[in-house]
């Protein structure tokens, strides 16, 4: 298995621009998370889902931010419209909900966003 | 709310030494605690986990303890490496799935 795919790896953009990150998780995995880490703020969880449903939102920093996942192996954290102090390194997370490794949570490479 | 607390925020040891960081949660239907390490530039990769089911578990040179009552966990590292420097996080979970961390020790090991 690739793990968790996230893309783009890196993203410069300007103020007011909207930016869209996206995550494709590991196969068979049906919780979905982004976290979000600054070095104030460390490691935040924005959002997650189970079986592609919003399940706590409460991460989300403000209305500027929405996340989607249409189906299981595909999710989008849009950010409309970017301000300076979203940049970040961005990650997606999957895990399982049932099993042995039930809740071990794997991430992806995360995205570098710079919003100049 | 949940909230874990984890200590100290950074740990200097001389290789071969060992290293111990201590993390307490709040929330007390937590029964899963996964342990990260991350390195610079790098994404959190599990290490280690126990779930409350166990008071201690061992891989190689790291361990883990839980004091359920208590509501603690701990790492210990044994015959630290310059390579095992990094930013470790500790984390809790309830069967929900979702994780709180702690904000991270940064430990540096000196050769």
């Known amino acids: 298995d690739a793990g968790v795919i996230q893309s783009p790896r890196h993203e410069v953009t300007e103020m007011g621009q909207e930016v869209t990150l996206r995550c494709k998780p590991i196969?068979?995995?049906?919780?979905l998370f982004w976290y979000r880490q600054t070095m104030m703020r460390g490691l935040e969880l924005l959002i997650y889902f189970n079986n592609n449903v919003p399940i706590d939102d409460s991460g989300m920093p403000e209305d500027r931010f929405s996340a989607k996942m249409p189906n299981a192996s595909f999710s989008t954290l849009k950010i409309q419209p970017s301000e300076p102090r979203d940049s970040a390194v961005y990650f997606c997370?999957?895990?399982?909900?049932?099993?042995?490794?039930?809740?071990?949570?794997?991430f992806g490479p995360g995205t570098r966003l710079t919003v100049l | 709310g949940e909230n874990v607390e984890q200590h100290p925020s950074t740990l200097s040891v001389q290789e071969g030494d060992s290293a111990v960081i201590k993390c307490t949660y709040s929330d007390s239907a937590s029964n899963y605690f996964p342990w990260y390490k991350q390195e610079l530039g790098k994404r959190p990769q599990l290490i280690i986990d126990i779930r409350s089911n166990v008071g201690e578990k061992k891989d190689q040179r790291i361990a883990v303890t839980l004091n359920k009552t208590a509501k603690h966990f701990s790492l210990h590292i044994t015959e630290t490496q310059p390579e095992d420097s990094a930013v470790y996080f500790c984390a809790a979970s309830n069967e929900g799935g979702k994780l709180i961390f702690g904000q991270g020790t940064e430990l540096s090991v000196k050769p």
């Open positions: 997370a999957s895990s399982a909900a049932s099993g042995r490794a039930r809740n071990e949570q794997f």
């Open positions: 196969s068979g995995h049906n919780s």
